[in-house]
């Protein structure tokens, strides 16, 4: 408190009841450090949105816990709800070829996803369960603390960054999350239906590569 405030609370109510004065206990209990024991234990009791219905398995995200690199995609398919690990359908097999074309092995990097649970048919999420989701990818990255995001797709790009341009225009121009550099790029599934786009991905990888000290 201090000396006019004080000065103050004297004129109204007297000294005798300044001494007896107590602040009130904060409103809020101060914040523990978050922890991926804790994350881990938040998903999997998460029922936040509808997904977790239909869900055999949420899908966590794997990997190097203090990658350099993390590769965010934008939920599971039908081969991550069964198996309850990112990016093991045939995009994820185009993945794993696109971190190894960067010199890195899969398990070097960390990979999570928008959205921890399937969407039916493979839909794009809906806003709502993106708004329940995206506070453990947010939790994820601070623990993780990579040097650069590559961001697979437009779902992805979209609500990392709070970002609603086209991914064909954003592509290959490094955004900013919280001091962590972002790379836009598209997402492998999509590279499965057009071929061509491969040569522009591996422009955006390379970049990734040159911040990281990596030659390509
Ligand atoms: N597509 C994604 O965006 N994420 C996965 O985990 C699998 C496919």
């Not at 598209?186 to 030659?215: F, I």
């Amino acid at each position: 408190m201090d000396n006019f405030a004080t000065l103050e609370l004297a004129a109204i109510y007297g000294i005798a009841e300044i001494i007896k004065y107590t602040p009130p206990a904060p409103a809020v209990a101060p914040q523990t450090e978050d922890s991926w024991q804790v994350l881990e234990s938040d998903l999997a009791d998460c029922k936040l949105c509808g997904l977790c219905s239909t869900r055999p398995n949420s899908v966590f995200g794997s990997g190097n816990r203090s990658a350099e690199l993390m590769f965010i995609g934008e939920g599971p398919g039908a081969d991550e709800d069964k198996s309850g690990l990112p990016f093991v359908g045939r995009a994820g097999q185009l993945l794993t070829k696109m971190i190894e074309a960067m010199h890195y092995k899969r398990e070097d990097v960390f990979i999570a996803n928008v959205v921890k649970c399937r969407p039916p048919e493979n839909r794009d999420p809906f806003q709502n369960e993106v708004d329940a989701c995206i506070d453990f990818l947010h939790r994820q990255i601070r623990l993780v603390k990579p040097k650069v995001i590559v961001a697979l797709g437009a779902v992805s790009v979209m609500h990392l960054l709070n970002l609603d341009t086209r991914i064909s225009k954003l592509r290959g121009i490094f955004q900013d999350y919280e001091g962590i550099k972002v790379m836009p790029t598209y997402h492998p599934a999509y590279l499965l239906r057009n071929e061509t786009k491969k040569r522009d991905v591996w422009e955006d990888l390379k970049q990734v590569m040159a911040l990281l000290g990596k030659t390509p």
